[in-house]
């Protein structure tokens, strides 16, 4: 979960944000609402995230146009690559 702070309100009150963190919480520091940094827990050594793919998972996000085999340029124009 993570928790918008302006800067002012992030200095006033670091100790509180950083026990946040500390639990595994994430604080992003915002000047004029707008977002600034990022403060999020150190990993620790030898922990990795675990790495899952789902074979499929983006089925039916791509659109083909055409067909994939045919050239790109005109075969008239091929003499410029030579």
């Known amino acids: 979960m ?8 992030f200095k006033n009150r670091v100790s509180e944000f950083l026990a946040l963190v500390e639990q595994g919480d994430e604080v992003i520091v915002c000047r004029r609402n707008v977002p600034l940094a990022r403060v999020q827990p150190i990993r620790k ?3 990795e ?6 074979v499929g998972c983006m089925k039916g996000s791509v659109q083909i ?18």
């Open 49 to 54: 995230k675990p790495r899952h793919s789902v």
């Open 2 to 9: 993570s928790k918008n702070v302006n800067i002012a309100e």
């Open 65 to 82: 146009h055409g067909d994939l085999t045919e050239p790109c340029i005109p075969e008239e124009n091929w003499e410029m690559l030579k």
């Open 45 to 47: 050594p030898g922990y």
